[in-house]
T-cell receptor, first 119, second 115 residues
Framework: EDKVVQSPLSLVVHEGDTVTLNCSYE??????LLWYKQEKKAPTFLFML????IEKKSGRLSSILDKKELFSILNITATQTGDSAVYLC???????????????????FGKGTKLSVKP | DAMVIQNPRYQVTQFGKPVTLSCSQT?????MYWYQQKSSQAPKLLFH???????NEADTPDNFQSRRPNTSFCFLDIRSPGLGDAAMYLC??????????????FGPGTRLTVL
């Protein structure tokens, strides 16, 4: 069975700290790994990773994928209280839909890491 | 701005009373998804449409149905809501041109309360 495991499940840090969130996966027909940030609303997209070893950066956030060891990390440097959220890791799995013969991806989510940044 | 819109944002219904949640998108994406997210849990995929083709997840209860009358709109019908169906319902879209593994864009969600 496909699964995505995130760790830690929750984390409390102080402003200015650097945090690393982990995501490991066992998914057949892997296509990409995605990170989302969820505050008290719908998830917002952060990164999509498809290739190993290529870091993606957006401001203080960065992420990298290791397809050999089947994991990804999300780094947040100089954390701020506004970074407090649940960070979701999802893996897009590719499969063929028999009813129309085309391919389709599906997202398999981890349970998330709840990050709390204290002032 | 192109976006995914869900209405209503909050829905209260009674046990057993049918309810319909709506989702519309201006992204012109051909794939639309419905997820159920309960408190402190990851979103769980219920079903998705690839254009007009409906794809149900194996463990989605029969109580949940969906309609997609056109590219822009998709509806989630809960025929007889139970207390266990109280959750946030998230609509998402993606472009399926690359095999469907592009990023999904989520709407703000509809929080359903069942009394």
């Amino acid at each position: 069975e496909d699964k995505v495991v995130q760790s830690p499940l929750s984390l409390v840090v102080h402003e200015g700290d650097t945090v690393t969130l982990n995501c490991s996966y066992e998914v057949t027909n892997f296509r990409s790994l995605l990170w989302y940030k969820q505050e008290k609303k719908a998830p917002t997209f952060l990164f999509m990773l498809t290739s190993s070893g290529i870091e993606k950066k957006s401001g203080r956030l960065s992420s990298i994928l290791d397809k050999k060891e089947l994991f990804s990390i999300l780094n947040i440097t100089a954390t701020q209280t506004g970074d407090s959220a649940v960070y979701l890791c999802a893996v897009a799995a590719y499969y063929v839909r028999m009813n129309y013969g085309g391919s389709q991806g599906n997202l398999i989510f981890g349970k998330g890491t709840k990050l709390s940044v204290k002032p | 701005d192109a976006m995914v819109i869900q209405n209503p944002r909050y829905q209260v219904t009674q046990f057993g009373k049918p309810v319909t949640l709506s989702c519309s998108q201006t992204l012109n994406h051909n794939v639309m998804y419905w997820y159920q997210q309960k408190s402190s849990q990851a979103p769980k995929l219920l079903f998705h449409y690839y254009d007009k083709d409906f794809n149900n997840e194996a463990d989605t209860p029969d109580n949940f149905q969906s309609r997609r009358p056109n590219t822009s709109f998709c509806f989630l019908d809960i025929r007889s809501p139970g207390l266990g169906d109280a959750a946030m319902y998230l609509c998402a879209t993606s472009s399926g041109t690359s095999g469907g593994y592009n990023e999904q864009f989520f709407g703000p969600g509809t929080r359903l309360t069942v009394l």
